[in-house]
T-cell receptor
Framework: GNSVTQMEGPVTLSEEAFLTINCTYT??????LFWYVQYPGEGLQLLLK?????DKGSNKGFEATYRKETTSFHLEKGSVQVSDSAVYFC????????????FGAGTRLFVKA | SAVISQKPSRDICQRGTSLTIQCQVD?????MFWYRQQPGQSLTLIAT?????????ESGFVIDKFPISRPNLTFSTLTVSNMSPEDSSIYLC???????????FGPGTRLTVL
């Protein structure tokens, strides 16, 4: 079945450091891929998405490129801020009799000032 | 994007009791979902709430334990029945965007069962 695997956390960075959170997936068809972010005490928010191969999703300085050949959707940001401290979830959605979304385990990011 | 509210935001309940969580959306939506997020864990889909018909439950979740209502296109409830400490989790309501791809989440209900 479909699944999402993302790197374990926590990830601890200093402010202005470069961020990469790895995400790979398995899917039977052509899923849409997402990154969601969960700030402390809040629900999940959509951060960015890509719906087909080679698409690049971007938002708030974060980027991720849909790589079909490596089944990956790694999240990157060139310069993190303390306010980026949160849990990041990679996810996929595929219409297989219902638009279910499958989430990765989540990666907690701590950014130090 | 849809604006979703949930009530209550948190509750502390006794073992053996039941709690009903409400989810209200500011626009009509076709698909609504209920998730459970156990402490420090990812999200697990409980069920899809269908308007006008019974909810569709995922493996490991049953209607007797998690009855769901969906009386219209903007509202749903999830009941956690006969609670035990293992039910302590955050329960999240979500809706699909118009493309049925992205999801929008409510703020969650943090449940603690003693």
């Amino acid at each position: 079945g479909n699944s999402v695997t993302q790197m374990e956390g926590p990830v601890t960075l200093s402010e202005e450091a470069f961020l990469t959170i790895n995400c790979t997936y398995t899917a039977t068809g052509y899923p849409s891929l997402f990154w969601y972010v969960q700030y402390p005490g809040e629900g999940l928010q959509l951060l960015l998405k890509a719906t087909k191969a080679d698409d690049k999703g971007s938002n708030k300085g974060f980027e991720a490129t849909y790589r079909k050949e490596t089944t990956s959707f790694h999240l990157e940001k060139g310069s993190v801020q303390v306010s980026d401290s949160a849990v990041y979830f990679c996810a996929l959605s595929e219409n297989t009799g219902g638009f279910k979304t499958i989430f990765g385990a989540g990666t907690r990011l701590f950014v130090k000032a | 994007s849809a604006v979703i509210s949930q009530k209550p935001s948190r509750d502390i309940c006794q073992r053996g009791t039941s709690l009903t969580i409400q989810c209200q959306v500011d626009s009509q939506v076709t698909m609504m979902f209920w998730y459970r997020q156990q402490p420090g864990q990812s999200l697990t889909l409980i069920a899809t709430a269908n308007q006008g018909s019974e909810a569709t439950y995922e493996s490991g979740f049953v209607i007797d334990k998690f009855p769901i209502s969906r009386p219209n296109l903007t509202f749903s409830t999830l009941t956690v029945s006969n609670m035990s400490p293992e039910d302590s989790s955050i329960y999240l309501c979500s809706v699909s965007g118009t493309t049925y791809n992205e999801q929008f989440f409510g703020p969650g209900t943090r449940l603690t069962v003693l």
